[in-house]
């Protein structure tokens, strides 16, 4: 039974990843998402081998459920009893220390989780709203990309600041700050961090970006107007790029920035044209 128990821990995160996945937007939070269901992964284990099974289920959704109120008291608590709150609101009292705490850091990074699965599903959900049907007709691939282009970023970077939220009682109760799940928790709270902040910066840089991109897909749309071979047109659209920002300082246009300048490569202008629905 004991040989088998890695088994079972690694297909419960199987399991939400498999159902995490199916959703359009999970590319944007993959390392996030991978990083809380091994913390999920590991705090079953340590509560499987225990030998607490059957009251695994039980003590882990109580303890999600009393989350909030349990931190409340063990904040406050200067005996540093967080297992006994656990073991309170669980109903559980058989127990250890260990366990406890293994169920309320399996109950933070629950509730991270669902921040951002309820921000994917929300996010995708508005995607659509301008829309009178959905297509069924469009590859995956291309469904995804739809889909990341409607994200409103302030609603991402949101939800990236409470998926943090959510996790901040692992790192900071002194009840916790030895424990080797502890790591875990804060790894993944850096993951988000610099992913807001990748966000952000994009964000800063977005309208030169916006005002270099319209420029190219202007462009494309030009060629195929004409009559242009589509399969033709990123090659013609990457060399009249090439032709503008070769241009004297004061000829170019005013979304030639330094970036641009570096000259796009092909496959940056083919990625630009595909992610606008050009080619």
């Known amino acids: ?34 990083a809380v269901c091994h913390l999920i992964d590991q705090c079953c284990q340590r509560i499987q081998t225990g030998g607490i099974d059957s009251d695994l289920r039980s003590m882990c959704i109580k303890t999600t459920m009393h989350e909030e109120i349990i931190f409340q008291y063990a904040s406050t608590d200067n005996r540093a009893r967080l297992a006994h709150w656990v073991r309170q609101y669980s109903n559980c009292y058989s127990a250890s220390d260990r366990e406890a705490h293994a169920a309320y850091i399996m109950a933070c990074a629950v509730k991270a989780l669902e921040v951002l ?8 959900n508005a995607a659509w709203l301008h829309i009178k049907e959905i297509p069924t007709d469009w590859p995956w691939d ?9 994200v409103d970023t302030a609603e991402r970077t949101r939800a990236l ?31 988000a961090i610099r992913s807001k ?4 910066s994009g964000m800063e840089r ?7 991109d319209s420029a190219i897909i202007s462009q494309a749309d030009h060629y195929l107007a004409m009559g242009m ?51």
């Open 1 to 34: 039974m004991t040989d088998q128990q890695p088994t079972s821990h690694s297909m419960l995160s199987a399991g939400l990843i498999k159902y995490l996945s199916a959703q359009p937007l999970y590319g944007l939070c993959r390392e996030q998402l991978a």
């Open 117 to 124: 699965n309820d921000w994917m599903r929300a996010a995708d």
């Open 161 to 191: 600041d409470e998926y943090v939220f959510y996790l901040q009682p692992i790192t900071s109760l002194p009840c916790l700050i030895d424990d080797e799940l502890t790591p875990l928790a804060d790894q993944a709270m850096r993951s």
């Open 142 to 150: 291309l469904y995804c990309r739809f889909v990341e282009s409607q």
């Open 206 to 212: 977005s309208q030169d970006v916006n005002a270099r």
């Open 197 to 200: 902040g990748g966000i952000i």
């Open 229 to 279: 071979p589509r399969k033709n047109v990123k090659t013609a659209v990457h060399a009249w790029l090439k032709r503008e920002v070769a241009k004297p300082l004061k000829q170019r246009p005013e979304w030639v920035t330094p970036e641009t300048e570096k000259a796009l490569t092909r496959k940056s202008v083919e990625a630009i044209l595909e992610r606008n629905f050009v080619l």
